[in-house]
């Protein structure tokens, strides 16, 4: 997951949650009250949850500044300044999943169905498109863009 910080002067600051170590993650958990293990906080930041948005984006900050404490830590502006995008290797595990079950069924409508949203929530929209092809569903890149047109 890419957390990405607008700077007061545009600047963007990005952070993969991939880049993380065990201990900060768990830290991340900690922080979030300590009852919510990682699977929920990905959750919580696909849903673009404040607490969790500020909570990594503290993790990655106390690098630089071991002293930093998450209660004192705020986001001013943070609805148009944070927020979380998933990654190609995240697309393709959702692709993984959600083709498993539409090759089982034969049908194409579970997976179309998904397209918009993770769309909205890549880092990159191109990326979904490149997972369709890659697994072997790059017909339905080219239905949308047939009907787009």
Known sequence: ??????????TVEKWSTEDLSALEAAAVEEAMGGDVPWRGIEN???????????A???????????DLQFADFDVPGWKRR??????RSEIEDVFTNVISQA?????????????PDLR?????PADVDAAL???GKGHLVRHRQDSAG
């Open 120 to 124: 909205k929530l890549a880092e990159d």
């Open 44 to 54: 919580l930041l696909r849903a673009q949850d404040v607490t969790a948005l500020r």
């Open 82 to 87: 944070l927020r979380a995008r998933i990654e």
């Open 56 to 66: 990594v984006l503290w993790v990655f900050r106390r690098r630089a500044d071991k």
């Open 133 to 135: 092809d890659a697994l």
């Open 103 to 115: 090759l089982a069924k034969n049908e194409d409508a579970s997976i179309d169905v998904l397209l």
């Open 1 to 10: 997951m890419i957390i990405t910080y607008t700077q007061d002067d545009g």
